[in-house]
């Protein structure tokens, strides 16, 4: 899905009150659109939770999206970059 319209779905839902993130390929984009909660990960697209057949890694980057909505002090619009 398009890094544009994760981000304006996420802020939609945020305002029918149910958190989300969003992993964000492109940081620029997560800066101009302002979703609630962005993870920027480094990865290229199409592989938003790093490279296929490694799923310690992917687990990882779901993780790290996941605690974003655990941190109380993390105020929208925020964006965290995940470092590998």
Do not use: W
């Not at 659109?33 to 890694?57: A, D, I, Q, T, W």
């Not at 990882?60 to 964006?79: C, F, N």
């Amino acid at each position: 899905m398009c890094n544009q319209t994760v981000g304006l779905i996420a802020a939609e839902l945020e305002r029918q009150g149910i958190p989300t993130v969003a992993i964000q390929l492109l940081r620029v984009v997560a800066e101009k659109v302002g979703p609630p909660r962005s993870l920027c990960v480094p990865f290229k697209h199409g592989y938003p939770l790093g490279e296929p057949g490694n799923p310690e890694m992917q687990h990882k980057v779901i993780e790290a999206a996941l605690s974003m909505l655990e941190q109380p002090d993390l105020k929208p619009p925020a964006i965290i970059d995940y470092q590998l």
